[in-house]
């Protein structure tokens, strides 16, 4: 396994990368379930850790006015952010710039005055290069970060990794890049920040690397009560307060697919090391089985605070917002096997970081069209990964393609999806 490309510094040995006396956070994606996370513990390091002195420098939203504005006046009151607000959506960046609370604020923080207000998908990817900017987390949904996160690695950041999607549409080319700069991806995904925290301080190759998935809210549900099921009821995740669009991929197990393809790209680890075991109680965030036959975990209470302020303070490691493991009550800690049958999604997982190449973008860009689909109650759930299934064959597929490439893509995946969709199911 070659884990160079990730950070894996040894504590004893390494110097912190980026070790700066002030730590400018980039959060992409602030408005969302990971962002917002990010934003609380990035206040409590501001307050807990000065030495470093962290800020939030940067955050973007899409349509999110609300959500922003609190941030930012959040971040400015307290004087730790930021000096650049940014929207992707132009509409949303005209209504936050005509909104009275936004220049109010301006107003009344000294620091405030210096912020900037930016738009478009341009600007994302400007804050993602700029020299300011020690940290980026990466944590817009979708393939839509897929443009910030590359610039953030070919600028040589440290990039807390949340948006999946970026491995699993351009895996490969991540890799060649993260070989040619100074960057260091450090995984957010709590499955992959657990394996790198099994990992990070040995030297020995581990056989395997097993996801644990939760089973998502039909992990005992039967095919036929998967056919009926509502977005509702698809929504409700048992263990994690998630986005839309994560929380539909965990009831299909695209997501636990999407995350095998990620290990595989992030950790250069083949298909076949892979397994996955479903663990109802989310609290062993997965593990890594060594030729030994030992095996390590991680554990903590499921909560996106602990896995994300590692990203950020690794190796070091700080008291956090996120609660601790409560061992005053009974707890069990359930594991059980995968089902590929009823959940058809991993199968295709395997097959797709098998198969590398073109195969994630096309699968990705199916999948948020479906998801979508379902969300606006045009399918079924149970049709939501026999469509990209189906979008996965009928492309040509290519083992080296080229970012430009893989963009055009997955343009014809969402156009094929949409056309493969049984809208009438
Ligand atoms: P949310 O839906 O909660 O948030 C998505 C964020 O992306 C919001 O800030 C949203 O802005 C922004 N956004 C949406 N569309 C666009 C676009 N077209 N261009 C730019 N920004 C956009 O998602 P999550 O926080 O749940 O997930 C974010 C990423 O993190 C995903 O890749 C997910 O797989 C990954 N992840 C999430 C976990 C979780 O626990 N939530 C766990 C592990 C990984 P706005 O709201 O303003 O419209
Ligand atoms: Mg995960």
């Known amino acids: 396994m070659d884990v160079s490309e990730i950070a894996t510094e040894n504590h004893q040995t390494a110097a912190v990368p980026n070790d700066r006396p002030t730590k400018n956070v980039a959060v992409l994606g602030a ?18 850790d000065p030495q470093f002195g962290w800020r939030l420098w940067a955050v973007s939203g899409h349509r999110n006015v609300d959500c922003l504005l609190d941030i930012f006046n959040r971040a400015s009151a307290g004087d730790w952010g930021p000096r650049r607000v940014v929207f992707s959506d132009a509409e949303a960046a005209a209504e936050c710039n005509a909104r009275e609370r936004f220049s109010t604020s301006q107003q009344h923080h000294e620091h405030a005055n210096t912020c900037q207000l930016l ?18 987390v990466a944590a817009i949904v979708g393939r839509a970060g897929l443009e910030s996160t590359i610039a953030a690695i070919e600028s040589g950041k440290r990039v807390g990794l949340a948006n999946k999607e970026t491995l699993v549409v351009a895996g490969d080319l991540v890799r060649k890049k993260l070989a040619n700069s100074d960057a260091k991806i450090l995984p957010v995904d709590s499955e992959h920040s657990a394996i790198f925290q099994c990992i990070a301080n040995t030297n020995a190759e581990p056989k395997k690397l097993i996801l644990t998935a939760s089973g998502g809210p ?3 549900a039967t095919k036929e009560q998967m056919h009926e099921a509502t977005p509702k009821d698809a929504l409700a995740h048992p263990t994690w307060q998630m986005g839309p669009k994560i929380s539909i991929d965990s009831a299909t197990m695209m997501n636990k697919a999407l995350e095998i393809i990620e290990a595989r790209w992030l950790f250069d680890v ?14 062993i965030h997965s593990m890594v089985e060594f030729d030994d036959g030992s095996v390590l975990s991680q554990m ?22 996120a609660p601790e493991l409560d061992l005053s009550q009974p707890m069990d800690l359930t594991l059980l096997p ?3 049958d009823r959940f058809p999604a991993l199968k295709l997982g395997f097959e797709v970081a098998a198969c590398g190449g073109t195969a994630g973008a096309v699968v990705n860009a199916a999948n948020e069209v479906a998801v979508q689909l379902f969300l606006d109650e045009k399918i079924r759930f149970t049709q939501i990964v026999p469509t ?3 979008v996965l064959e009928n492309h040509t597929f290519e083992s080296s393609p080229t970012l430009s490439r893989l963009l055009e893509l997955d343009r014809w995946a969402r156009e094929e999806a949409c056309r493969c969709a049984d809208m009438d199911g």
């Not at 408005?31 to 807990?48: F, Y």
């Not at 499921?302 to 700080?318: E, G, H, N, V, W």
Request: net charge negative.
């Open 388 to 390: 990209c299934q189906k």
């Open 300 to 321: 903590s209470p499921p909560d996106m605070r602990m896995p994300i302020q590692y990203a950020l303070t690794y190796p070091r490691r700080l008291p956090c917002p």
């Open 119 to 136: 738009f478009g998908d341009e600007a994302l990817v400007d804050v993602a290069r700029s020299p300011e900017v020690d940290v980026l």
């Open 218 to 220: 039909f992990r005992s």
């Open 31 to 48: 408005t969302g379930s990971i962002g917002t996370a990010t934003v609380d513990v990035l206040e409590n390091l501001h307050r807990l």
């Open 338 to 340: 995968a089902d590929l």
């Open 270 to 283: 083949p298909a076949e090391r892979i397994d996955v075991a479903v663990h109802p109680q989310s609290i």
